[in-house]
């Protein structure tokens, strides 16, 4: 009878160390953050990985439109990279985020309404330029621009056409952003 006693005492012993174990890896995991999904942005041979700042990313949900604004202005450590002419510049995302696709804006404008739904797409960097500068003139030198890249990731819900119809500022602004889930963003800066 004795050893029965021990061995009930034994197992009661390891059957409550295991329940507390699972208990204390439960506590733990409900305490982490969300990891954030990366942008990969690649210069020529040099590249930088960054995931997002956890306020950029809503993890399933919009951030709202000043949110966006914030982060898309704000970003201190953004991956920097200095341009001369002819470069290509990359830019790959986690397919979690081209799942529901992504957009690039260049300075605060939209590169292109269609949200992007590979993980990958090339850019070369005079038509990044060119967008904020424009066309040189003849005889002008070419005006020195930091441009600041910014991969959004949109949702499902975000509408071309409401963008595209859009009558305002604001409006456009709205139907833009509001439907933002998570942003990256990258300067290129005009080398000698």
């Not at 012993?13 to 942008?39: D, I, Q, W, Y």
């Not at 002819?86 to 939209?110: C, H, K, M, Y």
Request: aromatic share 8%; with cysteine.
């Amino acid at each position: 009878m004795t050893v029965i006693a021990r061995n009930r005492g034994r197992r009661a012993f390891r059957t409550m160390l295991a329940l507390g174990t699972v208990s204390l890896g439960v506590l733990v995991l409900s305490g982490c953050e969300k990891p954030s999904p990366n942008a990969h942005f690649t210069l020529n041979s040099s590249s930088k990985t960054r995931e997002t700042a956890s306020d950029c990313h809503g993890h399933g949900d919009a951030l709202g439109v000043s949110r966006v604004l914030e982060c898309l202005g704000g970003d201190e450590e953004a991956v920097s990279f200095s341009t001369s002419p002819g470069d290509t510049f990359r830019i790959g995302v986690d397919p979690s985020v081209a799942e529901t696709g992504w957009v690039v804006l260049v300075n605060e404008q939209l590169y292109r309404i269609e949200p992007y739904t590979t993980t990958y797409q090339t850019f070369p960097s005079a038509d990044l330029y060119r967008m904020v500068r424009g066309e040189p003139q003849p005889g002008q030198p070419p005006v020195d621009t930091e441009l600041r890249v910014s991969v959004a990731q949109v949702r499902e819900e975000y509408d071309v056409d409401a963008v595209w119809d859009s009558r305002s500022a604001e409006e456009y602004q709205e139907n833009l952003l509001s439907q933002v889930e998570g942003v990256w963003n990258a300067t290129l800066r005009p080398g000698d």
